[in-house]
C-alpha cells in the first residue's frame, strides 16, 4: 500500500506565494510520474503540473511562469512552488503520482486527500 501526504496549503493574499509538499511512503519499488492537480468549486480537477523522475516537467497554461514543480527521488517527495497568486487559484490541490509497488511490480496511480489553498485579501 502506497500513501500521499500533502502539506503547506493555507490562506494567502493576492500576490503572495505559498509551497506546497507531497511525501510518499509505504511499499514502494519506484515513482515515475508525481504530479498536483487543482478542483474549484463547482469545476473538475485539472492538471496543475507533472513531473518526470529524471526531473522534465510540464505545466498548465494557468501554472506556467508562476509555478514550480520539483522533486527529491531520495525522499520520494514532490514540491510546488507557487509565486504571484491569483483568487483564481483557490482550489483544493491534489498530489498524483504513479508508483510501482515492490511487492508485485504492479503500477498503480496514487492520490492524495488534498490541502486547501485559499487566495483573498
Not at 46 to 52: F, R
Not at 94 to 99: F, G, K, R, S, T
Not at 107 to 115: A, I
Amino acid at each position: 500500500q502506497v500513501q500521499l501526504v500533502e502539506s503547506g496549503g493555507g490562506l494567502v493574499q493576492p500576490g503572495g506565494s505559498l509551497r506546497l509538499s507531497c511525501a510518499a511512503s509505504g511499499d514502494i519499488f519506484k515513482i515515475f510520474l508525481m504530479g498536483w492537480y487543482r478542483q474549484a468549486p463547482g469545476k473538475q480537477r485539472e492538471l496543475v503540473a507533472h513531473i518526470l523522475r529524471d526531473g522534465s516537467t510540464n505545466y498548465a497554461d494557468s501554472a506556467e511562469g508562476r509555478f514550480t514543480i520539483s522533486r527529491d527521488n531520495d525522499k520520494n517527495t514532490v514540491y510546488l512552488q507557487m509565486n504571484s497568486l491569483k483568487p483564481e487559484d483557490t482550489a483544493v490541490y491534489y498530489c498524483n503520482a504513479q508508483v510501482v509497488v515492490k511487492t508485485n511490480f504492479f503500477q498503480l496511480e496514487v492520490w492524495g486527500q488534498g490541502t486547501l489553498v485559499t487566495v483573498s485579501s
